[in-house]
């Protein structure tokens, strides 16, 4: 039997993306970054680049970035971010505004990044099995699988996102192929239909690397 739920349908968008992310040669398995890095010598000072002043803009006195390469991860990400703030507000009386909270969505948890406007039209390439096709991102409409978040509430509580360029020109390109379009101006197109909060990185592993040179600690979500 079919489900017609779009919230069910809009959950399940995602884990059924290989197709999508075959032609558009993201299929391959993810280097995921799961543990911090050993200490660094005291005497190695990291090179700084213009592309990651906005990590040390960022207001607060705890820093994290939650990375995710994968559908499941991507909700998980919103569920260990929003956590990390109410554990913070519950256990030692502070507020959100003490994190700078970056939410990273690279690979196949990329789509996650774009607005509904964005999925109103290509939700039938991010899930080409659903039915109906998805017309707004998933993670727009709490739900269990976000631990009851949604990118609306993330945002209300100051979380950041950080949108992989990189997996972004694929999708882009598996656009073009199927629309006619070209790939430069399918992603102009996704690069300005992103969520609130968010910004498009030149690539979601550097910025989770970079990340942490800036002084953020890592949690990957899965």
């Not at 995921?32 to 005291?42: E, I, L, N, R, T």
């Not at 739900?143 to 993330?154: D, E, V």
């Not at 197109?189 to 690539?203: D, F, H, K, Q, S």
Request: hydrophobic letters at 40%; aromatic letters at 8%.
């Amino acid at each position: 039997m079919k489900d017609k739920n779009p919230t069910t349908v809009g959950r399940r968008a995602l884990l059924s993306n290989i197709g999508v992310a075959a032609v558009a040669g993201l299929a391959v398995s993810a280097s995921q970054v799961s543990a911090q890095p050993a200490a660094q010598h005291a005497d190695f000072q990291p090179a700084r680049h213009n592309q990651d002043n906005w990590l040390d803009e960022m207001p607060g006195s705890h820093r994290v970035i939650v990375d995710s390469s994968s559908p499941v991860g991507g909700a998980s990400a919103l569920w260990y971010s929003n956590n990390i703030l109410t554990a913070h507000e519950e256990s030692y009386e502070g507020s959100a505004a003490d994190y700078a909270m970056i939410v990273c969505f690279r690979h196949l948890s990329t789509p996650y990044g774009f607005d509904d406007g964005i999925w109103a039209k290509y939700g039938s390439l991010f899930d080409r099995a659903a039915d109906p096709a998805p017309t707004e991102n998933p993670m727009n409409t709490a739900g269990p699988s976000s631990g009851g978040h949604s990118i609306g509430s993330s945002v209300a509580r100051g979380v950041q996102f950080a949108i992989c360029g990189r997996a972004t020109r694929r999708y882009a390109m598996a656009i073009a192929s199927s629309t006619g379009v070209t790939a430069d101006e399918a992603f102009a197109e996704l690069a300005a239909g992103l969520i609130p909060n968010a910004r498009m990185v030149p690539a979601g592993v550097v910025t989770v690397t970079r990340a942490q040179e800036h002084g953020y600690s890592l949690l990957y979500a899965e």
